[in-house]
């Protein structure tokens, strides 16, 4: 099975930027859908942000400062974060198709 490996998540200021990336281990130009999920401590898993090969959406909270993209000839996709707050403190999942990462910590704190 195509396996995911979320990496760039760590410790960051409020205001600074992370630029998360995620690997496949297979091509992902076969995958329509792919997005970045977020699960913050005793909270349920939510949707930042997804792109597919026409589009791509952001949860409200990333609007203005999340940019998700995917490079199909490197297997990648990755969300640049901008402007990070400590709200933004979360482990993030990147989904490919029907495969989930194990999930980065980012943390946004003084």
């Known amino acids: 099975q195509v396996q995911v490996v979320e990496s760039g998540g760590g410790l960051v200021q409020p205001g600074g930027s992370l630029r998360l990336s995620c690997a496949a281990s297979?091509?992902?130009?076969?995958?329509?859908?792919m997005g970045w999920y977020r699960q913050a401590p005793e909270k349920q898993r939510e949707l930042v942000a997804r792109?597919?090969?026409?589009?791509?959406e952001y949860a409200d909270s990333a609007k203005g400062r999340f940019t998700i993209s995917r490079d199909n000839g490197k297997n990648r996709m990755y969300l640049q974060m901008n402007n990070l707050q400590p709200e933004d403190t979360a482990v993030y999942y990147c989904?490919?198709?029907?495969?989930w990462g194990q999930g980065t910590q980012v943390t946004v704190s003084s």
């Open positions: 989904h490919m198709g029907s495969y």
């Open positions: 297979e091509g992902i130009y076969t995958m329509y859908r």
């Open positions: 792109i597919t090969s026409t589009a791509t």
